[in-house]
């Protein structure tokens, strides 16, 4: 029984390629299966919305301290003489909105480091895992804004976004009059573009609506002239979630963004990392667009 002659006349398969992880991908994933644990630890503490604090009158021409919410586990106490200075006297409140079946909880370091650096008003929206609709989420978001403006006195408000809450955010900027309200925008591992990954959750409304070429993804796409608010998206080539990569990356003739490229993480530890907190607070701090050092053609990284 020859066999070896009679397998030799059989047509040659192509060899396929044999994925290579490297090293940093291979430590990018440790890393995210580090922070999805230490999440998971913190995750129930941010099922319930945080507590609002007491209305203030805001001394504009003295201090930003109208009041901060009970702090999430692990957070520092609030801010001390000794806290860092924010840039400028009337740094306006930072609403921090998380992603897709998230809480509050997923910034309870970035909140720790923004609040070590002065930052004393920091606000989470919880939006319900059963919201079906990018464009009712903004909504919700853009009531919540109001009502800070209201009971703080700031005309303005900074955002922080990690993945779908970047959509929500930039869809209340762009197509609900938001930019009257918002400042800066910071999003995190966000689908500007959309993304064509987990092609099996496509059965949730939202998901469908994170996807490239979407109703929700036109949108934005279309022509925005005069808006006031300005974008600094961050985004890693290691972000498994984001596919195509730059589709986390705000692309659009019409709006005054930055995108900053992080090295070596994925994007579960882009609301975590210290490095990418320490960006973000310096977006935060930079008063005016006009002032921003980043380069000319709208592109940074951090390591």
């Known amino acids: 029984m020859k066999l070896l002659p009679l397998l030799s006349l059989l047509p040659r398969l192509p060899r396929l390629p044999v994925p290579r992880l490297s090293s940093a991908l291979l430590g990018a994933t440790a890393l995210e299966l580090v922070v999805l644990a230490g999440h998971l630890v913190v995750y129930p503490f941010g099922l319930t919305p945080e507590r609002r604090p ?47 079946i998230d809480n509050r909880s997923v910034f309870v370091v970035l909140r720790r480091a923004l609040t070590r650096h002065g930052h004393r008003h920091l606000e989470s929206l919880n939006y319900s895992p059963l919201t079906n609709d990018i464009r009712t989420a903004a909504e919700l978001l853009g009531r919540h804004v109001e009502e800070i403006c209201a009971r703080t006195g700031h005309s303005s408000v900074d955002i922080v976004g990690h993945s779908l809450g970047g959509l929500i955010a930039r869809y209340y900027v762009q197509r609900l009059g938001g930019d009257r309200r918002v400042r800066t925008l910071v999003t995190l591992g966000t689908p500007h573009g959309g993304t064509a990954v987990a092609p099996g959750a496509g059965v949730h409304p939202i998901v469908r609506q994170m996807r490239g070429g979407s109703s929700v993804i036109e949108e934005l796409r279309a022509p925005t002239p005069g808006c006031r608010t300005r974008f600094v998206s961050f985004w890693s080539e290691l972000d498994q979630v984001m596919v195509p990569i730059e589709t986390a990356c705000v692309d659009h003739p019409d709006l005054d963004a930055v995108n900053v490229r992080v090295t070596g993480i994925g994007h579960l530890a882009l609301p975590v990392h210290p490095t990418v907190a320490a960006a ?3 977006a935060l701090d930079t008063p005016e667009a006009g002032e921003d050092a980043t380069p000319a053609d709208g592109a940074a990284s951090v390591a």
């Open 280 to 282: 973000i607070r310096e």
């Open 54 to 100: 007491p209305t203030r009158p805001t001394n504009t021409g003295t201090s930003t301290d109208t009041g901060s919410p009970d702090p999430d586990p692990g957070e520092a106490a609030p801010p001390t003489a000794t806290s860092l200075p924010v840039t400028g006297a009337t740094a306006p409140p930072v609403v921090l909105l998380h992603g897709f």
